[in-house]
């Protein structure tokens, strides 16, 4: 009985100090996500088309750049934390995510904005977030994949973000030049976009006609 109780002790003990190692510095993952190559192509396909021109409906010109990348898609359970003062996580999430801006010479300014995929703990689903010029996406209605036709070109895998499923992070009054409706595109990154004041802005792939069709 007396061993048993020191062999249980022991056991507690050691217990004990793997918990400390896991708090402190991380050790494994108990639950994990991981982004498909698929899913991937989200930020991955756009990286082919960093650089675009846009043209609105009154004829001005626009330049698009896709800044600058980055994904974290962890395969393996085991790692190593190296901010101890954050503690190890049991649950990790991959995610992907790229950040772009569109210079404006008309108004001499500049928008910003990021694309965000990130794999769900909750059920394994695909949750993207965006933001650009201040309009961030909100989980009132989730963002939906579809296909749309912007001026005669249909563009498959694409994400509609306006006044139903996004926001304005601050009162719109104070932002420059705020935009009410713009389109990501699995393939290419920013597509349309659509300023309050009702100028549209489409990115230059062949000429064709004006309509804006969801499908």
Not at 47 to 58: L, N, P, Q, R
Not at 81 to 101: D, L, V
Not at 143 to 172: A, H, M, P, T, W
Request: charged share 25%.
């Amino acid at each position: 009985m007396k061993k048993f109780c020191i062999f249980f002790f022991r056991i507690i003990l050691i217990g004990i100090f793997f918990l400390i190692l896991k708090d402190c510095f991380g050790l494994f993952y108990i639950r994990m996500t991981h982004l498909s190559e698929d899913e991937l192509e989200w930020v991955k396909g756009p990286a082919k088309y960093e650089t675009g021109i846009f043209e609105s409906d009154y004829k001005e010109g626009a330049s698009y750049s896709r800044d600058f990348w980055n994904i974290s898609n962890a395969t393996s359970h085991i790692y190593l934390n190296s901010n101890i003062e954050k503690g190890g996580q049991w649950e990790y999430e991959a995610w992907s995510k790229y950040f772009y801006s569109v210079n404006l010479p008309k108004y001499k300014t500049k928008l910003s904005g990021f694309f965000e995929a990130r794999k769900s703990l909750k059920n394994d689903s695909l949750i993207f977030e965006c933001e650009f010029n201040e309009r961030l996406s909100t989980n009132k209605q989730p963002l939906k994949i579809q296909d749309v036709e912007i001026r005669g070109k249909r563009f498959n895998n694409c994400i509609i973000i306006d006044s139903l499923n996004s926001e304005y992070q601050s009162n719109s009054k104070s932002i420059s030049y705020p935009v009410c409706c713009y389109i990501i595109s699995k393939k290419y990154g920013l597509i349309y976009f659509k300023l309050e004041s009702g100028e549209e802005y489409y990115r230059k792939f062949h000429e064709v006609t004006d309509t804006i069709q969801r499908h």
